[in-house]
């Protein structure tokens, strides 16, 4: 099954890059989804096509949003009994929390800025939440529409240079933000970002945008609900512009309210001597084909 897919991309990127803007916002259903990638027929290739020429897709029904409500409560109550750390990804890499609401405690990066709180879970530590239960379906799929077997990365530690890792952010109300950039897209095709949050109570207003090929920000949240997952290939340029709740006007990082994420990614660990960074948009515009060459040849390299 995987050699299906590895082949599509494969072409794909022998004649093309990975695109930076997206085109269309697909919606769809997990049981479609689920048996269009095991068949791998025309809907299939289809598919991978609509994907690199810039479609992104909103997954209905992945999870039952109880249990992703728990989920949240669970590392919100994490977040107040254990003192916010920053490691890097080297082995003994514990999980950990950290945020910048305070002297910037999380690194400042130079292509792009960032304000929120994020949890990092590591699959070879022991976890009380067992979070990597919760995304396994949908992350064994991407793995193999990406060109990977189902099980890629889940035995890896930092030693191996590519692992699996969770995120979960918030993004605070009225301050928590990321600016526009982009991502690597060269193991694991497509970003997996999972809804924590109800709309209409945690935030009302900012949220996720993607950037269109007349740089017009694509505000997507009216399609997303709690339990939805959103998955792009992160090539594209996107964002978070602050969420705001109406009748919410105070900044309150000890607040449980904002927009909440979970991301399912694999990514190049610090063992790796020269990372693949992520690229802020007004750096990407002084030389786009610099960068997209950066992006297709890590594809190449992989």
């Known amino acids: 099954m995987n050699n299906h897919y590895k082949k599509k991309w494969d072409d794909l990127l022998e004649k093309n890059f990975f695109p930076s803007f997206v085109k269309n916002i697909k919606i769809i259903d997990f049981k479609e989804f689920n048996k269009i990638v095991i068949n791998m027929g025309k809907e299939s290739d289809d598919l991978v096509n609509n994907i690199f020429d810039g479609d992104v897709l909103v997954i209905k029904n992945v999870f039952k949003k109880e249990d992703l409500i728990e989920l949240k409560n669970n590392i919100y109550d994490k977040q107040n009994k254990e003192k916010e750390q ?12 950290i945020s910048n609401k305070q002297n910037k405690l999380a690194p400042v990066r130079d292509n792009y800025d960032e304000t929120a709180h994020s949890h990092y879970f590591f699959r070879w530590n022991n ?12 992350w064994e ?5 990406s060109g990977l077997d189902k099980d890629d990365f889940k035995k890896s530690t930092p030693k ?10 918030r993004y ?12 690597v897209s060269a193991w694991q095709k497509l970003n997996i970002g999972i809804c924590l949050y109800e709309n209409g109570k945690d935030f009302d207003s900012g949220g996720l945008y993607l950037l269109d090929k007349n740089e017009n920000k694509i505000n997507v949240e009216n399609k997303l609900e709690l339990g939805d997952c ?21 900044i309150d990082w000890n607040s449980n309210k904002g927009r909440w994420q979970a991301l399912a990614l694999t ?3 610090h063992c790796v001597q020269e990372r693949i960074l992520s690229t802020g948009y007004e750096k990407f515009k002084k030389n786009p084909l610099k960068y997209k060459k950066i992006y297709r040849n890590a594809y190449k390299k992989n």
């Open 141 to 145: 799929l991407i793995k193999l529409f």
């Open 172 to 183: 605070p109300l009225n301050e928590g933000y990321i600016t526009t950039h982009c991502d």
């Open 160 to 169: 191996d240079k590519i692992i699996d890792r969770i995120q979960v952010l």
């Open 230 to 250: 959103f998955c792009w290939i992160p090539t594209i340029f996107h964002g978070v512009e602050i969420p705001r709740l109406k009748g919410e006007e105070k």
């Open 86 to 97: 920053n490691y890097k990804m080297i082995d003994g890499c514990p999980n950990f929390h």
């Open 267 to 269: 990514v190049q660990s």
């Open 127 to 138: 976890d009380s939440l067992k979070i990597f239960n919760y995304f396994e379906n949908i």
